[in-house]
T-cell receptor, first 113, second 116 residues
Framework: AQTVTQSQPEMSVQEAETVTLSCTYD???????LFWYKQPPSRQMILVIRQEAYKQQNATENRFSVNFQKAAKSFSLKISDSQLGDAAMYFCAYRLGTYKYIFGTGTRLKVLA | SAVISQKPSRDICQRGTSLTIQCQVD?????MFWYRQQPGQSLTLIATANQGSEATYESGFVIDKFPISRPNLTFSTLTVSNMSPEDSSIYLC?????????????FGPGTRLTVL
């Protein structure tokens, strides 16, 4: 069965510093998609970044980048120059088939001023 | 992109009652999804709702407990029936849309349900 594991329930980072959130997954598929979603307190969940498994190049979106290690089934999120607005719950997700998503348990990120 | 609204945003209900949650999308979509996010936990897919057909439920969820309607391509409802305190969760609807070369899933703001 496909699973997504986020081993860090909570992380803290100093404003302007860099933090990396970990995610591992388990799948027997060769072609799939991975995502990081951000859920601010009492706010809507939004997509941060996506990665296609067939692409070797790591995805980047402004201050957010991923380290995708397909063989190791690892998909970590790096946030550079952290800002107070980055404080949120971050979910790693794997898309199975055409629409079904498997979510990890989330990592709560605190940004310290 | 898609703008999704949910009503109510939160509610406190008594045990044994039912609550219907509405989800409205600003564009027509084929598939809508309902998730449950229990306190401190991840999102779990309850069911997939296609317009004009019965919803497809995931393992552990049944129609009698979570009836779903999908009367048109922009609207869906989820009813939480005969509620118990274990049903206290955030319920989210989502849609998947085709954007350029890939699909993206958009989420509603959620309905926070507390059952006493």
């Amino acid at each position: 069965a496909q699973t997504v594991t986020q081993s860090q329930p909570e992380m803290s980072v100093q404003e302007a510093e860099t933090v990396t959130l970990s995610c591992t997954y388990d799948t027997s598929e060769s072609d799939y998609y991975l995502f990081w979603y951000k859920q601010p307190p009492s706010r809507q969940m939004i997509l941060v970044i996506r990665q296609e498994a067939y692409k070797q190049q790591n995805a980047t979106e402004n201050r957010f980048s991923v380290n995708f290690q397909k063989a190791a089934k690892s998909f970590s999120l790096k946030i550079s120059d952290s800002q107070l607005g980055d404080a949120a719950m971050y979910f790693c997700a794997y898309r199975l088939g055409t629409y079904k998503y498997i979510f990890g348990t989330g990592t709560r990120l605190k940004v310290l001023a | 992109s898609a703008v999704i609204s949910q009503k109510p945003s939160r509610d406190i209900c008594q045990r044994g009652t039912s609550l219907t949650i509405q989800c409205q999308v600003d564009s027509q979509v084929t598939m809508m999804f309902w998730y449950r996010q229990q306190p401190g936990q991840s999102l779990t897919l309850i069911a997939t709702a296609n317009q004009g057909s019965e919803a497809t439920y995931e393992s552990g969820f049944v129609i009698d407990k979570f009836p779903i309607s999908r009367p048109n391509l922009t609207f869906s409802t989820l009813t939480v029936s005969n509620m118990s305190p274990e049903d206290s969760s955030i319920y989210l609807c989502s849609v998947e849309m085709r954007l350029a070369a890939y699909n993206e899933q958009f989420f509603g703001p959620g309905t926070r349900l507390t059952v006493l």
